[in-house]
Antibody
Framework: EVQLVESGGGLVKPGGSLRLSCAAS????????MNWVRQAPGKGLEWVSS????????HYVDSVRGRFTISRDDAKDSLYLQMNSLRAEDTALYYC???????????????WGQGTLVTVSS | DIQMTQSPSSLSASVGDRVTVTCRAS??????LNWYQQIPGKAPRLLLY???TLQSGVPSRFSGSGSGTDFSLTISSLQPEDFATYYCQQTYSTPHTFGQGTRLEIK
């Protein structure tokens, strides 16, 4: 059974840092691209970042580029998001999600974790 | 960035109704369009990918269509468990933007 379990969320002051983790199990983690998606309280979904299976293709949404760093450790079946210079608008539930690519080339997110809550407040 | 616009933002319907949600992209995304369902307090669940391919385990009452800029999600006969929020997402280019969501409520 595929499982994604996020951790590392919490309350942090503006300007502070957090490192989120996503522990994967039930599949060959190294073979899949992975993503972080966030959802502010009462709001919609926002894609944050993705990393390819080899770790050589990385993308960010503009609002976090230069502040957040996505990484992976295939030996530990884990995905990470280092979050620096946090702002109030980064407050959200952060999900990790697995990517798959259809035969047509279309990418989709087929498994999601339950999320870890990040609150940025003084 | 590609903007995704869903309509309506909310919808009231009854069990057994046929409902359609539409999603429009600000530029062509060919068929790189996914649909997700989110029940309050739960993680999103993939329903359809590549505009019209049903994810394994998803009931056949869900269907999707469209290409280019205009897409739709149809639920042929609403069941009680379908009352949720639905999101479209484009993966044609990064950022992989989502629509703002369509909240489906019980009439």
């Amino acid at each position: 059974e595929v499982q994604l379990v996020e951790s590392g969320g919490g309350l942090v002051k503006p300007g502070g840092s957090l490192r989120l983790s996503c522990a994967a199990s039930g599949f060959t983690f190294s073979a899949y691209s992975m993503n972080w998606v966030r959802q502010a309280p009462g709001k919609g979904l926002e894609w944050v970042s993705s990393i390819s299976n080899a770790g050589n293709y990385i993308h960010y949404v503009d609002s976090v580029r230069g502040r957040f760093t996505i990484s992976r450790d295939d030996a530990k079946d884990s995905l990470y998001l280092q979050m620096n210079s946090l702002r109030a608008e980064d407050t959200a539930l952060y999900y990790c999600a697995r990517s798959r690519t259809a035969y047509s080339g279309s990418i989709y997110f087929d498994y999601w974790g339950q999320g870890t809550l990040v609150t940025v407040s003084s | 960035d590609i903007q995704m616009t869903q309509s309506p933002s909310s919808l009231s319907a009854s069990v057994g109704d046929r409902v359609t949600v539409t999603c429009r992209a600000s530029q062509s995304i060919t068929s790189y369009l996914n649909w997700y369902q989110q029940i309050p307090g739960k993680a999103p669940r993939l329903l359809l990918y590549a505009a019209s391919t049903l994810q394994s385990g998803v009931p056949s009452r869900f269907s999707g269509s469209g290409s280019g800029t205009d897409f739709s999600l149809t639920i042929s006969s609403l069941q009680p468990e379908d009352f949720a929020t639905y999101y479209c997402q484009q993966t044609y280019s990064t950022p992989h933007t989502f629509g703002q969501g369509t909240r489906l409520e019980i009439k």
